[in-house]
């Protein structure tokens, strides 16, 4: 295969972050990517390796002023910014012929209006909103060969959107009454010195946040009529639970039909490389898919009264920093410039 | 007042587990209880304080043989067994005059037949089945005060029962279509030599269980069955979360009829000690009941679709050893002897 | 007891942080207590209850202003501030009657040159460090009991100290050469913003830090430089271990001369209510003293090569915020109005 | 290369432990590696992704009984069984061709009778002790190649002789007093169904453990002892710390003679794949070699007294189940048969 010579020239922006260092630790290692420059304002100059020690040997790189960076030379860059830095920036390096994938959420919203809202800033590239391909390449895995603008999408989204899009794409279970209860690693709110992700804060303790509205609500909806063809209802309750990666989903729907649940997500995923749909009676948990490009899925029907209950209940787990960040986006990499799509993700889950 | 200088004679069987253990570290301050005799056949001769540590200086007992005990000349035994131990042993106690306060499961079910498809086993003293009192004070206080033997409910029961118990009362909510997603820490499953929960397994991991049916689920419904007058239809998934104390219930509830939810929660709860209805808008976590005997409780309506939804999210903490068994027990024991039901329990939550 | 009626007017200044919410759940509970103000600048208006919900219930304070507050009228205010507040502040309260506790460091290194250099400020009030007493009951109960100024032992150093304090005096050991290898759960960095005590930074790892010289190696000096009536030599390396509570130190000393080391300890601590030396063979854990006043200790002779070593290794466990901080302050306002040495610390620590 | 062909035949005696899912972790992926069979008496028959789901498309074998398993096909069989099972099984595989790996203790202490008292087990085959050699590539490279039975050191040893061999070689230390104070994650102990390793025993707890004595204290003397030509004395004292992976050893020697001591370690290290000496002022976590074949080390020398100390402080690091066990195994068998050192240990470590 001519792709086994390929090599993609690649950028980051914002590496000091966790979605950052993981996208280090898979690019360094995959077998068509080459580090072209890695940016960060604050840290310019400072190797990479003496931030991240656990990348000496790995990345030789120094931490480079995005205003003096060639990133224009790369064929993809990925931001791994906070949200509303993107938006600025993508439009040059489109414009010169560079890729961007964005692991923040500024192209996530297709409705600029919604995004301002729940963002609480002026969207600054409207245009490029409109053009960019949101990357969930179990839906949209055609039109992210072409893409010039990757919304690689949320954590929260990729584990409760692979675990409802079969009930809400057959049309079997009541689409406005569906229920996301999410339980995520701290590493999901970041590497932002705030204190309640401090170790004793969120240690030995289990909290919901976000009850007045999450971010990943109106994200998760988009996606989710997009199947349905229509609105849906969703309550999305997030939860901090004390572990470092992971997000484990417990989704609920009202059957309205029915039909074999577990023959549907196994028809739904059987050629996705990173899905895997586990047999009857399984309980997945998360480290099973630890620093791995994995989302496992489990379909149940528990027991509600006297009889069986009309109440379906997927659970879904994911590594929010692989799956749901860093490793999809190599994975949306791989296909945005026809590299095998399993290229430099074949990591072994790390149990225990 | 004259309770001040009374003085309860108390034993303990099965002082090995967790349940035991803090038994021990309440009982062993409280102000109108003695400790007469923790027994364990496995390790009677040891001193209590040599298994346990943090009782030296606290607790001059050591454990003796069940056999030998004289549990006979206390005025209440608590049992902190495995199930199936207290049914063949309460019999006797009471015939003698002394209470029982049961932290297993033996008593909890009214049904025997539903109890013996439960607990794989038969049950000893169906007779006293009929004649125990379910020790959820904030429901049967009256009760508990006669109560010769009282089946202390289980850690999920408490938080989940706590929850949606006004809810249920009330009639405005769809009683057939609850859910209780419930995540406890691992102290819960006990002290027990297994390996799916030991430190290397569970830390650093996200996991649900019990997905083919929960020896908590009977319990739970049959005590919201009494509520409501009449059956009711739960789903309920436990999860394992990786703290060793905590249950977090995150309970759903569709809405039949609009009344002022915050309200009603308020009302119920207005004259219990040891259950705090938080203000509009709280997000209550584990380590706010850490170490201490309360149930808080927050209730939210969250957004569904465009509009507001018609599901109802209450949230429910409790440290699954004090009001979830130990401090429970307690509180059970003051109430039946006439006591300050507060006395013994006045501990502050430790946090961090 | 006259002393049973006492009361002592209570001033907090800066609880906000660890120690602060410490001092609070146990000032709370203490029988001869009344908390007067909290101060806090930043939250002025807040109630204490909305930080901390723990304190729901068993603390009714707002945060007030410090520049309004009224702290004069206390009989004592406690110090729970970040290094070089106190020192500004302490010496008007003294002047008005007010006796003064410090938690952090401004009060405990004599040398004022010395404190300067570690601090790296300006000492406000060396006229106040000269009058100061050093807290640690075990040392200087008698000097406690009229101090104006209380210079509250780091949690290091006190776990340190009471671990070498016996050897130190014994002569029978070699004080040049002294080792402490030093463990400490993540509250100790305090409640601060800080990237490096994120819980996904600080769990699931382990480090060493303070390598280049860390601000508890001067006062552990000069603590066992009274006790040796000499200069000594210790090498002190403290460690980042993923636990919220705890201090573990592993302490080596070479002896000169055989004695009964055990019975050295036994006598030393002998009627110390909150020193606990272990019988031979014992192994401490830092749970064990979980949130309470405690110190336990053990002492071991290891194999070293063929023969018996001549290095002796101490343990000693203490929860750091509370024998390591609030508790042992509070132990220390105790002596110093002549209250019972144990009242309000009676807690039995927290297992599992 | 030739080797890029080549294909080694490994067969796995006891893969249901931690450092046998290790093991499968790293072998599935290894360019140069056939799993042919993967034994257990217990679980014969069951898929072993069925017990390790981490290993779903990964791993298509299933568990084989070991009396009927044709490990004798094998080019290389490792034993990831407890202590006391290679010793009776790899007289016959060696006797047949196949070469042993054997990650337990059965032969890693030369003389017998110091082996059988600290394992507390007649020894089955002596004339294999003799015959072994010990698996620490730093050290034994060249005798490696040629091994029919190699000895994989445990986990403490590695960490503690690779931070102490530069200095005991050099003869700038004083061997007859050296103290290694480690700690361990918990995986360390194995996935065995023990009480002390539960997760609510275990977390949120630090404490010392094999005071007595523990079997890693001979095998770090014995290989000690050759590098100094002479009987070194040592104090090793293990901690088990709150956290799955990991070991951090922070060693002390009291130096003798003044010398580069960090040139020391660059030097001897130099062209060492897995052993990373950092730069001066270094101070390593273990999260930075997490699931990864590495030894990260730094050399302190920190104060002592008011002058610089004579104690030299090494911090070494290294994760137990890789370098400290499987991974380490791995490196001794692409030295047996010839391969690229580092085939298929090329993991980045996974931070966070």
């Not at 027991?303 to 986006?329: C, F, P, Y």
């Amino acid at each position: 295969m001519n792709t086994m010579n390929k090599t993609i020239k690649v950028g980051i922006v914002g590496g000091t972050g966790y979605t950052g260092v993981e996208l280090l630790r898979i690019l360094s290692r995959h077998p068509h990517a080459e580090l072209h420059a890695v940016t960060s304002r604050q840290e310019a100059g400072l190797p990479v390796s003496t931030m991240f020690p656990s990348l000496r040997g790995q990345v030789a790189l120094s931490f480079t002023d995005p205003e003096k960076s060639p990133l224009t030379g790369c064929d993809v860059v990925f931001f791994a910014t906070p949200n509303a830095v993107a938006m600025s920036q993508a439009g040059a390096l489109v414009a010169n012929g560079t890729r961007v994938i964005d692991l923040s959420a500024d192209f996530r919203i297709r409705d600029v209006a919604e995004w301002e809202r729940w963002y609480k800033a002026k969207h600054a590239s409207p245009e490029l909103v409109a053009e960019a391909v949101y990357g969930l390449p179990e839906v949209n895995r055609e039109r992210i060969r072409t893409a010039r603008v990757l919304a690689n999408p949320g954590c929260y989204p990729t584990a409760v959107q692979l675990g409802l899009l079969p009930l809400v794409e057959s049309g079997a279970v009541d689409v406005e009454h569906l229920i996301a209860d999410a339980k995520s690693g701290v590493s999901g709110a970041g590497r932002k010195a705030e204190v309640h992700i401090l170790y004793a804060e969120a240690s030995e303790n289990f909290s919901a946040y976000g009850m007045a509205g999450h971010r990943h609500w109106p994200e998760i909806r988009q996606g989710l009529a997009v199947a349905a063809g229509r609105d849906v209802g969703l309550v999305f309750i997030p939860h901090l639970t004390p572990m470092i990666r992971g997000i484990f989903a417990t989704l609920y729907a009202r059957v309205n039909r029915e039909i074999d649940f577990q023959k549907l997500f196994e028809d739904r995923y059987r050629d996705e490389p990173f899905v895997d749909v586990m047999p009857p009676g399984s309980q997945p948990d998360t480290r099973s898919v630890r620093a791995a490009n994995l989302c496992r899925l489990a379909v149940h029907r528990p027991q509600e009264g006297s009889a069986r209950s009309d109440t379906l209940v997927v659970l879904s787990v994911i590594d929010n920093l692989v799956k749901g960040a860093a490793g999809q986006a190599v994975q949306n990499m791989n296909i945005m410039f026809g590299l095998p799509e399993t290229a430099g993700l074949e990591h072994v889950p790390v149990v225990p």
